[in-house]
């Protein structure tokens, strides 16, 4: 493949302006490489669909409890975790979905919209246990912003960042 400009391969080709390289030159590096270009391609398809297949949603809330509970028990045996277990069904998310109205309690998302994670409100390695009562659902965002704080602690950091981007929002309009 010639990278000079113009192309000294292919003197009477176009040379395109960004990646400096004649058209013809472009069209060869396509044939050769036409497999490998293919198989990247359906990897990374076949990668979209397990991550899509890993949030969960409520089409998909069988498996996935099922799954979160097989996760749960290996990290219990592996970390030594002696926390109270209590075996979550899919109703149990259901009717914690009804309670929290299909929304995130962190940000309010609608879970129709945005997948959810099952979340400890007070962190197994905080002293929390894996009992229903311990258990929220939130959007990904929400989860991963929280972190080990206790629900508490996470929330009013959340309400008080809303808050500032809220006075901020009304100063910039009385500015404007």
């Known amino acids: 493949m010639c990278d000079l400009n113009p192309c ?11 990646s400096h390289r004649c058209l013809e030159c472009i069209s060869e590096y396509n044939e050769e490489n036409h497999e490998h270009l293919r198989v990247a391609y359906e990897q990374a398809e076949m990668d979209k669909q397990r991550k899509q297949m890993r949030l969960v949603r409520q089409e998909n809330l069988d498996a996935r409890v099922r799954n979160s509970w097989v996760y749960f028990t290996r990290q219990t045996k592996f970390y030594g975790w002696e926390a109270e277990r209590q075996k979550i069904t899919v109703e149990d998310i259901e009717d914690l979905l009804h309670r929290q109205e299909g929304e995130c309690l962190g940000c309010y998302a609608n879970f129709e919209d ?26 990904i965002p929400c989860n991963r912003g929280k972190q080990a704080y206790c629900h508490e602690d996470w929330i009013s ?3 008080h960042r809303q ?9 910039n309009l009385e500015v404007e």
Do not use: W
């Not at 979340?119 to 959007?139: D, R």
């Not at 808050?163 to 100063?171: H, I, P, Q, R, S």
């Open 163 to 171: 808050v500032v981007d809220y006075l901020m929002a009304l100063e």
């Open 157 to 159: 950091r959340v309400r």
């Open 114 to 139: 945005a997948p959810f994670e099952i979340e400890h409100i007070t962190p197994i390695i905080a002293g929390g246990k894996h009992v229903l009562g311990n258990l929220q659902l939130l959007c």
């Open 8 to 18: 000294l391969r292919h003197p009477d080709s176009e040379v395109m302006p960004k």
